[in-house]
């Protein structure tokens, strides 16, 4: 169902309006109050303790904030159950900690900047994504980075405690054999998509423009006209690192870009900044801070050289001429896939673009786990259509020109053991994973130091032991 554009703009309205709430109002204090607090005058306090981490209650009003305004339904009591949700994340987030989960910034970065580029697809532009918010990009960036890089640890923490519990085919069978037929999965329209990119090519100008920037920031250092963490406050487009000074914490030679991995480790001399580093993600001048085995830990300041319109415009072109050569047969989108696209993730696999989820890889979509810009391109499709050229946000940040194909389309459905026996697995699975992590947390709970304010106890929580004696 396609939302008005009045609904996507009150939605983007609440969803700010939440943000900027817990912004502006978090502080230290804790004000002990006898009743539930009326959401439209919240004195910012620490609801909740949980091990060494607080739960402010502007973090549980932003929270109800994002669910109301996403139509999510809250089971139980919200004034109970929001609280104990966060409670949770941080159980997770502390054993992270404890197991060494990392992610990073890098991977932070890219799920910040498609979350922006959702939205600014809802409201159409930056300028009013920038109004509602009322705050530049820059500084949206740095306000959605902690919350986005706890989503990954958590995501990680969980997928780690499970990663060992498996089904057998006897026991899917056993547990649909006697369940009624409306309890059965109802398999939504998927489709399969096959994907053609090519990457506009920046010019040398721009490039230039960039790279005598970086090396400016290096020369104003080296002078002793300001420090590096200043200019990369000022100036660095990752927005992990920029609002630390440019500081990334102690990581490992995998879990950094290659290119920018292979100069920062070489780094000795921590008075001394690197040359201009290219990665994927643009263009790099690098500080070491201090080493720690076969982790570093280093500054940097990221610049990305920008694509000109009249080049877009011309991968556009080149794209749709591409199409009209496919459809007078001169050659096929497979072989076009293989041989023209630019998108190493879908290339070797003659464009079939790959759905990664919590069940594995598949290359079935639904149109909602589609990239937006995708998603529109393929509704206007029949099976073996393929799409006229259209502009995207690739998953590194980059803009793209794009056709895509509809391989297969396969229409919503009761599941059949038969022709859905994946899914049928999955939804086993899935119960088995819950269970445990169910328990897991009970027990967590327990071993866990939890303080909790005076008006929550009593409360209709989802797991028991959060109040103590």
Not at 17 to 37: E, G, I, L, N
Not at 298 to 303: G, P, Q, Y
Not at 354 to 383: C, I, Y
Not at 448 to 453: A, F, K, L, P
């Amino acid at each position: 169902m396609k939302r008005t554009g009045t609904f996507i703009v009150a939605l983007m309205t609440v969803i700010m309006a939440a943000y900027a709430q817990a912004d502006s109002v978090k502080t230290d204090s804790v004000k002990p109050m006898d009743s539930r607090p009326n959401p439209s005058s919240i004195a910012d306090e620490v609801v909740w303790v949980v091990g060494d981490e607080a739960i402010l209650m502007s973090d549980v009003e932003m929270l109800r904030a994002q669910m109301e305004a996403e139509g999510q339904k809250i089971e139980g009591n919200p004034d109970c159950r929001l609280p104990e949700q966060i409670a949770v994340q941080k159980l997770f987030l502390h054993q992270a900690a404890l197991d060494s989960i990392e992610v990073t910034e890098a991977e932070v970065a890219q799920e910040v900047e498609q979350q922006i580029n959702y939205w600014i697809s809802m409201v159409g532009s930056k300028e009013k994504l920038e109004e509602y918010r009322k705050m530049p990009i820059t500084q949206i960036r740095q306000s959605l980075h902690d919350d986005f890089k706890n989503n990954q640890l958590v995501q990680r923490m969980r997928k780690k405690l499970v990663e060992d519990i498996k089904v057998s085919p006897a026991e899917v069978r056993k547990y649909f054999k006697d369940i009624p037929e409306d309890s059965i999965p109802y398999i939504p329209t998927e489709v399969e998509v096959q994907i053609i990119t090519r990457t506009p090519k920046v010019s040398q100008e721009e490039i230039n423009r960039v790279k005598d920037e970086l090396r400016s920031y290096t020369d104003r250092v080296t002078k002793g006209e300001t420090t590096f963490q200043t200019l990369a406050r000022f100036y660095s487009e990752d927005p992990g690192s920029a609002r630390n000074g440019g500081e990334l914490d102690y990581t490992g030679r995998g879990m950094l870009d290659p290119a920018f991995a292979a100069v920062a480790f070489n780094l000795t001399d921590p008075k001394k900044i690197s040359k201009v580093v290219e990665s994927e993600f643009g263009f790099h001048i690098i500080q070491l801070v201090d080493k720690r085995g076969d982790k570093i830990k280093c500054r940097h300041i990221l610049r990305k050289p920008q694509v000109s319109q009249a080049a877009i415009d011309e991968g556009i072109h080149m794209l749709d001429s591409l199409v009209s050569e496919m459809n007078n047969g001169k050659f096929t989108f497979d072989e076009a896939a293989t041989f023209v696209s630019d998108d190493k993730d879908t290339r070797s696999n003659k464009g079939v673009m790959v759905n990664n989820n919590e069940q594995g890889r598949t290359s079935k979509f639904r149109m909602q786990d589609l990239p937006t810009e995708v998603a529109k391109a393929v509704e206007q499709l029949k099976v073996g259509d393929v799409s006229p050229a259209f502009q995207m946000v690739n998953s590194r940040g980059k803009t793209v020109c794009a056709v895509v194909k509809l391989k297969s389309r396969t229409e919503g459905h009761r599941a059949t053991i038969t022709e859905d026996f994946q899914t049928m697995k999955d939804v086993v699975l899935i119960k088995r994973k819950n269970d445990f992590i169910h328990e897991w947390v009970k027990k967590k709970i327990k071993e866990t130091y939890v303080r909790m304010d005076e008006r929550y106890k009593g409360c209709d929580f989802e797991y028991e032991g959060w109040e103590r004696d």
